[in-house]
């Protein structure tokens, strides 16, 4: 697949940078979720969690996020010479797509609170930056174009 820069992405490289977009993105959400958020989520909205994660609706999210990711952000970045555009599309994508779920949740849910949303999509901003950071160094370093 050919970028707008014309530096050819092969689909060998699309899938390495789709397996390390999954890794680094779900191990870092995974910290956050266990970890860093603390009680934020069960002290703000815990009555409007259910009582168990759904397994099933968690890793079709995680699929179609780390596509989506890798689609708009990392298969560009790969045809790129440089790393600062990819940076900025991956905070850019992080914002839009957590505040389309935290801003829809605070127009439709009763009780969902401003901290929860604007905590949440400054995580969409960092994980999906950091994830791109460390997804296309790596490539760079480890698979670079030919």
């Known amino acids: 697949m050919s970028d707008s820069g014309g530096v050819e992405v092969s689909p060998r490289r699309i899938g390495l940078a789709t397996a390390l977009t ?3 993105f779900g191990a870092v959400d995974a910290v956050w979720l266990t970890l860093g958020s603390g009680d934020l989520y069960d002290r703000t909205i815990g009555h409007l969690l259910a009582p168990s994660v759904n397994p099933a609706a968690a890793g079709v999210f995680y699929v179609v996020y780390v596509l989506g990711l890798v689609h708009f952000v990392m298969r560009p970045g ?5 790393l600062g555009p990819s940076l900025r ?5 992080g914002v839009v797509t957590y505040a389309t779920f935290d801003l829809t ?3 439709v849910m009763r ?3 401003a901290l929860v949303a604007v905590v949440d ?3 969409g901003a960092f994980i999906c930056t950091f994830t791109a950071a460390v997804v296309l160094t ?3 370093r480890w698979a670079p174009a030919p």
């Open 121 to 123: 999509i400054a995580w």
């Open 138 to 140: 790596a490539m760079r």
């Open 22 to 24: 999954a890794v680094v």
């Open 89 to 93: 599309d991956a905070f850019v994508f």
């Open 111 to 113: 009780d969902f609170p």
């Open 78 to 82: 790969m045809a790129r010479s440089s």
């Open 105 to 107: 949740a605070m127009a």
